[in-house]
């Protein structure tokens, strides 16, 4: 369905792109970054409409890297053939039993897709398996040639979450970790001792634009003033 998908630059070679028809809770963020050897694609959507020719993606070898194994980042994550999440949630990724996709509950969620796509309907839809075809642990790099990305490992919303952290630009792809939007800590999976250890390091963390899993982009400041709003609200 053309228009299923929409998509922004945000900076020179960096989109992001949306479902403007999937509901708010289950919208995520999927970030394609173009490199000079190398394209990185990051986070995929639900998987009701093909994701990967409506990406703007280049010609150049892609590394897809998956944030976390929630439904709404993992939906197009089978249509590539690398790869890449962190080893504790490859489970859910292969489709396994142990870790929670949440994808029972898109499939109940009321009005989950709305308008539907021509022919669509929620009865047909799968969420696909996408083995990962190799482990992210936190410090290994990501390189596109002429830019690279540190993996972090962000445990709290679920326990292999992780970010893309470009030390030289600055620009930090959160993931579900922090994003400017009410954080959600008590989903199955979710860890609250790993939540604060997260928000302390992110309050920390030397970076300039930040793209998180939902909600608006965020400046550091505003990153910041995220982690410590939670801080502050625990016990
Ligand atoms: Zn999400
Ligand atoms: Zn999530």
């Not at 989109?15 to 509901?23: I, S």
């Amino acid at each position: 369905m053309s228009g299923w998908f929409r998509t922004r630059e945000l900076e020179p070679g960096v989109f992001v792109t949306l479902e403007p028809a999937v509901a708010s809770m289950f919208q995520a963020a999927m970030v394609t970054v173009l490199g000079r050897d190398r394209d990185l694609q990051f986070d995929f959507g639900c998987g009701v409409q093909p994701l990967r020719p409506a990406l703007p993606l280049s010609s150049r070898p892609v590394i897809a890297v998956a944030s976390h194994a929630h439904v709404d980042h993992i939906g197009g994550f089978h249509e590539f053939a690398d790869r890449l999440g962190h080893a504790l949630e490859a489970a859910g990724f292969a489709g396994l039993p142990g870790v929670e996709t949440f994808a029972a509950e898109f499939r109940g969620w009321p009005d989950v897709v709305s308008p539907l796509p021509p022919g669509w309907a929620i009865a047909d839809w799968h969420l696909r398996p996408a083995p990962l075809t190799a482990m992210l642990k936190e410090g290994d790099r990501i390189d596109l040639g002429n830019r690279s990305f540190t993996v972090l490992h962000l445990p709290g919303h679920s326990p292999g979450g992780i970010g893309l952290l470009d030390e030289v630009d600055g620009l930090f792809l959160s993931g579900d970790a922090i994003y400017d939007d009410d954080i959600l800590d008590d989903l199955p999976g979710a860890s609250v001792p790993d939540y604060i250890a997260t928000m302390e390091r992110l309050r920390h963390l030397d970076c300039r634009l930040v793209i998180g899993g939902h909600g608006p982009e965020m400046t550091r400041a505003r990153m910041v003033a995220v982690a410590e709003a939670y801080l502050t609200r625990q016990p």
